[in-house]
């Protein structure tokens, strides 16, 4: 029997390690794998059986002996028996490409990774021209995971075509993961490091470039020890350095670890970070595609873009281009959080709607209260009333509702939530995490929270909607980037579905279209259907 207890950092939080010593306390040495991001079910004992690899979940120390009673004559007995893994239905039912290796079994272990495909894209790759690899990517439909959803063939066309023949070029993996509820990237890098290395490898043979960097958010600790170490062995092995595996190519890779701001996400700004200066957004053009780290040509993309190159080529373009819905193809990596019964990783074709995946998978929320809202892509992402959960997940689709589906994190709210607050959050948020480049992000927000406060406190009411509109416009239509550019979104789309929050009570009706301008009735418009909607007041 082999025994598997997660190491990655959510099943530590929930006392994975204090499992791993009692295993050891009954001479039993187990594989730290990492985690299938079955969250609710941390930390998960796997056992490998007669009957199949089979779990116990949430285990705790005090049950290991139990448990081991159990194996010797029915483990089905167990209160904590989940049954086989595989058959798990929140595993089961996903459609798992990125995450088809995760928690199978020791990340860092090379003859692991070999054994389950690894590396099966970077042999194609090698046998490949730069452009055959370029145009798989651009095959495949891959669009940017990190949140613009740009299409990564294309980004690397033009990185390709850049600069003269033998000029410096660049790979930089954006590992800042700064959004609420998001832990994809960790995940990937916690339990299948080798997969983003391998993705780097390619993008690097794609490009030209023979210098990669992991930019890796500071909260992360282990995934930076797990990366390391895995590079180190890569090294070893020679699929990283120089002449990878015979074939005359170089690629070196190093992490570099951020300071903790959330800014630093934005491509421009983590690029001057990597170059040792405060992270400041870059204005565009040019592209970091043209001019990117130390003015070099550079692609800049986000984990799980890169992740997924591995198995694009590992299984072919159209393999992944068969999964998706209109121009959002292949898989997305849809993260479970917030006020949720049943928390975690859901990878699944685009298209799934929200209310799917909150109701069968997520099982509603963790308080058993209703759901009242939804936020979905980040802490700039919209506050979506239950009108809006049939939405299917695909880019298009949520940018038709002025939401995005960005990193595909999703926060769920029970009916307890107070959304002035989310929406003053939202405002606050933007104050202490711009980079103030620019005056309607760095000033805008900060008058925000005021308007806010005021509107709260009944405090001249109309004329601040009126401001808060206003400024919510010059902050969308004026700012530099997306920090600024997209906070008026939160807060819209709690001022259009939660009025009575902000003790609008009245303003769904007539005395709010009495006195606002345009954007300030299509609002209260929007908020009157969804009270309607919701069959409240
Ligand atoms: C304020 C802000 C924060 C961002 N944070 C991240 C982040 O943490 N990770 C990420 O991959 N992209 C982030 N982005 C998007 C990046 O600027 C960029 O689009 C992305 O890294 C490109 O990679 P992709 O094409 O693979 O998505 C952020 C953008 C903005 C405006
Ligand atoms: S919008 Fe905000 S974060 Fe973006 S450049 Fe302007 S000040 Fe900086």
């Known amino acids: ?106 990340p860092v272990c090379l003859d692991n990774y070999k054994s389950l495909n690894g590396f099966k894209g970077l042999k194609k790759a090698l046998q490949m021209t730069a452009q055959q690899i370029v145009d798989q990517v ?3 439909g891959l669009r940017g995971r990190g949140g613009a959803a740009f299409p990564a063939g294309i980004k690397w066309q033009t990185v390709h075509d850049a600069g003269k023949d033998g000029c410096q070029k660049y790979i930089v993996c954006n590992a800042d993961e700064g959004d609420s509820g998001t832990f994809a990237d960790r995940l990937v890098m916690e339990a299948d490091p080798y ?49 990878i595996q015979g074939c005359g190519k170089t690629f070196h890779l190093e992490v570099r670890l ?24 870059r204005a565009k053009p040019p592209l970091p595609a043209i001019e990117g780290l130390f003015g070099m040509p550079t692609v800049v993309n986000n984990v799980l873009t890169l992740a997924a190159i591995s198995t694009i080529l590992a299984e072919g373009a159209a393999t992944y281009q068969n999964f998706g819905m209109g121009r959002s193809r292949g898989t997305l990596a849809i993260q479970l959080a917030g006020n949720i ?63 995005m589906i960005g990193h595909g994190g999703i926060v769920v709210f029970d009916d307890t939530a107070d959304m002035a607050a989310q929406a003053r959050f939202a405002m606050e948020f933007c104050v202490v995490e711009s980079c103030g480049k620019c005056t309607p992000c760095r000033i805008g927000s900060v008058r925000g929270v005021e308007v806010i406060d005021r509107i709260v406190a009944n405090e001249n009411r109309d004329n601040n909607l009126i401001l808060l509109h206003e400024l919510c416009d010059t902050m969308e239509f004026g700012s530099l980037c997306a920090m600024g550019g997209m906070t008026p979104y939160p807060v819209r789309s709690a001022l259009a579905h939660f009025p009575q929050d902000f003790l609008l009570q009245e303003a769904a009706g007539a005395s709010l279209q009495d006195t606002a301008g345009a954007s300030l009735q299509d609002t209260a418009g929007a908020a009157s259907q969804e009270t309607a909607a919701q069959g409240e007041n």
């Open 138 to 140: 651009k095959d495949s």
């Open 195 to 243: 997969q983003l290395i391998e993705g780097m490898i390619i993008a690097g043979l794609a490009v030209g470039a023979d210098q990669g960097y992991i930019y890796l958010r500071s909260e992360y600790p282990l995934a930076h020890k797990l990366l390391n170490i895995a590079i180190d062995r890569a090294v070893q092995a020679n699929f990283l350095g120089e002449n």
């Open 1 to 106: 029997m082999i025994f598997y207890i997660p190491q990655d950092t959510t099943a530590l939080a929930l006392g994975s390690e204090a499992v791993a010593r009692a295993l050891q306390t009954a001479g039993i040495e187990p594989v730290r794998n990492g985690s299938r991001g079955l969250f609710w079910l941390e930390p998960l004992l796997e056992v490998t059986t007669d009957q199949g690899r089979i779990a116990f979940g949430p285990v705790a120390a005090k049950d290991i002996p139990s448990i081991i009673d159990a194996l010797a004559s029915d483990p089905a007995s167990h209160v904590l028996y989940q049954g086989e893994v595989a058959e798990i239905p929140y595993l089961k039912s996903q459609q798992r490409l990125t995450y088809a290796r995760a928690g199978l079994g020791d």
């Open 341 to 403: 019964k049943c928390g975690g990783l859901i990878e699944l074709a685009f298209g799934v709607t929200l209310r799917e995946v909150v109701e069968d998978y997520g099982q509603g929320t963790y308080s058993g209260r209703p759901i009242r809202a939804i936020q979905v892509g980040g802490p700039l992402g919209a506050f979506l009333p239950e009108s809006q959960w049939d939405t299917p997940m695909d880019y298009e689709a949520f940018a038709a509702i002025k939401a």
């Open 258 to 281: 951020g300071a903790g701001a959330y800014i630093c996400g934005e491509e421009t700004s983590l690029l001057e970070s990597l170059e040792g200066k405060r992270g400041m957004v």
